[in-house]
């Protein structure tokens, strides 16, 4: 695929401008932010895997909760500043995809319905 068709394929709002200086502007920090939150919510839901305790589970399942869904809100403001951008997905592929996951689903010993 060229360049040109590989651009034409983002998927982005306008972005808003930030100065470029060596100081962190807001993109940066709302990136880092939307970074550390990736990595909380991937750290607890290890956690989650391995919690034992009940209370300690559902403390944990709360903190998940509010952990992925700030990480939601720091993306949807990335993205309406235009400083996240998305690949518009490529429907052949798409659509193999689904196909090979529904093989994979017609396989399973259980009822998948």
Do not use: H
Request: proline content about 4%; charged content about 20%; overall charge negative.
């Amino acid at each position: 695929m060229n360049q040109q068709n590989q651009q034409s394929q983002k998927i982005q709002n306008p972005e808003t401008t930030v100065p470029k200086t060596p100081q962190m502007n807001e993109r940066d920090f709302v990136n880092d932010q939307l970074t550390t939150e990736k990595y909380m919510t991937a750290s607890y839901n290890v956690a989650l895997n391995e919690a034992s305790n009940e209370a300690l589970y559902t403390d944990l399942a709360t903190i998940f909760k509010e952990t992925q869904d700030c990480q939601r809100n720091l993306y949807n403001l990335m993205f309406k500043n235009g400083w996240y951008a998305l690949e518009a997905a490529d429907q052949q592929k798409t659509q193999q995809a689904y196909q090979q996951f529904t093989g994979y689903k017609n396989q399973l010993p259980y009822g998948t319905q």
